[in-house]
């Protein structure tokens, strides 16, 4: 992919899936501890940035 901003410009037809169960769970609404609240947030975060930047090199996240 060198030179290619993304998947499609090097037309790359491989995809790659993450699948990720249970992401319920990172409802920080349901938090008991201020802790958790903070930590579910980050989680999030982290996979809203891991969803955005795996997509140009054709990782698509579902749960």
């Known amino acids: 992919m060198i030179g290619k901003k993304n998947v499609q410009e090097a037309n790359i037809k ?3 899936f993450i699948i990720i169960d249970e992401v319920g769970e990172l409802n920080p609404i ?20 891991i969803a955005r ?10 749960g």
Do not use: H
């Not at 947030?41 to 982290?46: D, G, I, N, P, V």
């Open 30 to 49: 349901e938090a008991v501890t201020r802790e958790e609240r903070q930590l579910k947030e980050e989680c999030q975060t982290y996979m809203s940035q």
């Open 53 to 62: 930047l795996g997509a140009g090199l054709g990782f698509r996240q579902g």
């Open 14 to 16: 491989e995809r790659y």
